[in-house]
Structure formats: C-alpha cells, structure tokens
T-cell receptor, first 118, second 110 residues
Framework: GALVYQYPRRTICKSGTSMRMECQAV??????VAWYRQSPQKTFELIAL?????????EQNFTQEKFPISHPNLSFSSMTVLNAYLEDRGLYLC??????????????FGPGTRLTVL | QQKVQQSPESLSVPEGGMASLNCTSS?????YFWWYRQHSGEGPKALM?????GDKKEGRFTAHLNKASLHVSLHIRDSQPSDSALYFC??????????FGTGTSLLVDP
C-alpha cells in the first residue's frame, strides 16, 4: 500500500532558529508533493506544491526564502522553516500523490511534524 | 474567507446513530471532492472520493455531491466510537491544488 512517513514527528526550536523536516513516500511514486501547515485551530494552509522536474509553486503568504523545499526524486521531499517564530508553530503535513493518476489521484498524507517554537 | 466551508463545526451522535456532515464550496472550479478523516495525533486519511453528481456508498459511508449548488455531504450510518475524529472535505480544481475545508469534529458517544 501507499504510505508517507515524516521525520521528525515533533520538534522544538528556539525563536529565530531553523529546522528541517523530511517526507518519504513508500509504495508509490511521489511525483507531486504538497506541504501544508495545520494550525492549532485545525485549519489547513497550503504552503507550496512541488512537482518533480518542475518549479515549486508557493502560495500567497509563503515564500521560498522562508520555506525552502527540496524534491530531488520520486520518493523524498524536505522542507526547512527558516528563522522560525511563534506564528510558525503548527503541524506540518506532507501530502504526496502520483500525478500520472490525473485529477482523480488520491493525495496520501504523513503523520506530520509538529513544530513548537519557544 | 475559506473557499470550502463545513458544517457543523462539531457534532455529537450516539453509538449506532447517523452522522451527517456538510461541505459547501464558493469556487465553481472545484470539480473533484474527497472526504478525509483525521484522528488525534495522525495525519488525514482519505475516506472516499466523489466526482460525479449523486450518491456514492462505501460500507457505512455515503457521500453526496451536487455540483450545481457546490454542496457535498457525508453520512455515516451505524456510527462507532472509532469514528470519533476530525472530518475534512477537500476539493481539487484543474490546477491540482487540494483545498481543505474548515473541518467538523465528530464525537460518537458509546
């Protein structure tokens, strides 16, 4: 079956520091990876959508300078939160899918990386 | 304003009862819909998808889509305590972006 792993599951960083999180897809080709942030109020914000061999598209209010993403192959993606502050806290979710399935393809999610900023 | 609104925000049903969740989008570009369920401490997992008008049934779960009114619903019959979770409607447009709704917290009382 299709599985998505995320590392670390929880992380705490000091205000102004950076942290990197990873996402690994198993059992399918992660041609497309979306990074989301789920707020403490449980709402989802899409940060960026990455497709292998294409430019990464960031949503409004999110930038490459703040959230650089790497998607080097069909099973792995990473994202760094640079210069983290209190408003960056939340659950960071990686959603991966195989876009060869077209618009019908399901997006599989990992368990998330919970970021706490002190 | 969120493009995908869900109601109610929270819902409590007795074990064995019927839970009905609603989702309305404000963007006619959304054509493909999923229902995701998220248990505490986990990521969201897809329950079912619906792409055509009408009903789609999978076991105890039935989804209904009305594209004209941009309304999607999920009905859970014979609700079980293990169904207690956050439920999200998610919609995709032609640009492949998946937009999540505001969520409904379901509690099934044993």
């Amino acid at each position: 079956g299709a599985l998505v792993y995320q590392y670390p599951r929880r992380t705490i960083c000091k205000s102004g520091t950076s942290m990197r999180m990873e996402c690994q897809a198993v059992g399918f080709q992660a041609t497309s990876v979306a990074w989301y942030r789920q707020s403490p109020q449980k709402t989802f914000e899409l940060i960026a959508l990455s497709t292998v061999n294409s430019a990464i598209k960031y949503e409004q209010n999110f930038t490459q300078e703040k959230f650089p993403i790497s998607h080097p192959n069909l099973s792995f993606s990473s994202m760094t939160v640079l210069n983290a502050y209190l408003e960056d806290r939340g659950l960071y979710l990686c959603g991966a899918r195989d876009f060869t399935g077209g618009l019908y393809a399901e997006q599989f999610f990992g368990p998330g990386t919970r970021l706490t900023v002190l | 304003q969120q493009k995908v609104q869900q109601s109610p925000e929270s819902l409590s049903v007795p074990e064995g009862g019927m839970a009905s969740l609603n989702c309305t989008s404000s963007d006619r570009n959304f054509q493909y819909f999923w229902w995701y369920r998220q248990h505490s401490g986990e990521g969201p997992k897809a329950l079912m998808s619906i792409f055509s008008d009408g009903d789609k049934k999978e076991g105890r779960f039935t989804a209904h889509l009305n594209k004209a009114s941009l309304h999607v619903s999920l009905h859970i019959r014979d609700s079980q305590p293990s169904d207690s979770a956050l439920y999200f409607c998610a919609a995709r447009n032609m640009g492949y972006k998946l937009t999540f709704g505001t969520g409904t917290s379901l509690l099934v009382d044993p």
